[in-house]
T-cell receptor
């Protein structure tokens, strides 16, 4: 199993540009989520999904969109990038709610918005 | 929103020493997780705790789920250089909305 994969690993954007961060998992996990990590603030939940076709907002959802058309993929879209979105983004997955709560993380995408 | 506090924020220890860190919350959780993050990598799960009072070990690591369900502790025995990194605690209820602490940065001096 590849586990949780994320692309790209690094990205530089200009203010106002849009892009999609890709996340995929091959563990048949139903629960997937996106976090951003900023210095001294730990990981903050952006959006999550409990299964294909179902998404919900986390703690810091503004400026980000998600969709979950398949169990495997959970892309994160930045519609109009802002410097405040400079961060490291992690995707994570786990089995469905009520079963094992152990989340597995991808390697991260390092995004800089100029 | 929910907040987790971790202490200490950072620590410098000598190789071979034991390490203790803790995590506290203003809310109760039914799951506590401990992760380690190496530079440039994603967090890696170390230990998962599912029951108040539970004590679980993973090699040199031991973690406990506090009786009040508002705290958890992680101990590392006989530290080695590869223990260097940031340790995060996370709490959740039934797998929903994991909340992460700000991390404890561990440095091991040879």
């Amino acid at each position: 199993n590849a586990g949780v994969t994320q692309t790209p690993k690094f990205q530089v954007l200009k203010t106002g540009q849009s892009m999609t961060l890709q996340c995929a998992q091959d563990m048949n996990h139903e629960y997937m989520s996106w976090y951003r990590q900023d210095p001294g603030m730990g990981l903050r939940l952006i959006h999550y999904s409990v299964g294909a076709g179902i998404t919900d907002q986390g703690e810091v959802p503004n400026g980000y969109n998600v969709s979950r058309s398949t169990t495997e993929d959970f892309p994160l879209r930045l519609l109009s990038a802002a410097p405040s979105q400079t961060s490291v983004y992690f995707c994570a997955s786990s089995y469905s709610v009520g079963q094992s709560n152990e989340q597995f993380f991808g390697p991260g995408t390092r995004l800089t918005v100029l | 929103g929910q907040q987790l506090n971790q202490s200490p924020q950072s620590m410098f220890i000598q190789e071979g020493e034991d390490v203790s860190m803790n995590c506290t919350s203003s809310s109760i959780f039914n799951t506590w997780l401990w992760y380690k993050q190496d530079p440039g990598e994603g967090p890696v799960l170390l230990i998962a705790l599912y029951k108040a009072g539970e004590l679980t070990s993973n090699g040199r690591l031991t973690a406990q789920f506090g009786i009040t369900r508002k705290d958890s502790f992680l101990n590392i025995s006989a530290s080695i250089p590869s223990d260097v990194g940031i340790y995060f605690c996370a709490g959740s209820n039934y797998g929903q909305n994991f909340v992460f602490g700000p991390g404890t940065r561990l440095s091991v001096l040879p």
